[in-house]
């Protein structure tokens, strides 16, 4: 199973990014896919997450409206659009996966447990 994030860097306050995660290894329909992020000193959060056909989505309430998950099976892709970005969003992104169909609702980090390299998204003037 591999997963890597790209698209990070550095926006100012109010701006946006986008994040893709391409995957391989895996029947990436299988699996339910999301992100993670670990700002300096703290700890790895959850941020969101799709099921495996992309009918149920979850976001964490810091980015909730400002966030959008999506994915194309079809492309073995899963995009975050950043929008609204704020200083506190800065932190390095990671993909990442529960390998199994589901997020893990209610959990702190939808039950994903296993992630690839991250980018590093940095918002500031």
């Known amino acids: 199973v591999q997963l890597q994030a790209s698209g990070g860097g550095l926006v100012q306050p109010g701006g946006s990014l986008r994040l893709s995660c391409a995957t391989s290894g895996f029947t990436f329909d299988d699996y339910a896919i999301g992100w993670l992020r670990q700002a300096p000193g703290k700890e790895r959060e959850g941020v969101s997450c799709i099921s495996y056909s992309g009918g149920s989505t979850y976001y964490t309430d810091s980015v909730k409206g400002r966030f959008t998950i999506s994915r194309d099976n079809a492309k073995n892709t899963v995009w975050l659009q950043m929008n609204s970005l704020k200083p506190e969003d800065t932190a390095v992104y990671y993909c990442?996966?529960?390998?199994?169909?589901?997020?893990?609702?209610?959990?702190?980090?939808?039950?994903?447990?296993?992630w690839g390299k991250g980018t590093l998204v940095t918002v500031s003037s």
């Open positions: 990442a996966t529960r390998r199994t169909p589901f997020c893990r609702a209610g959990d702190p980090k939808y039950g994903m447990d296993y």
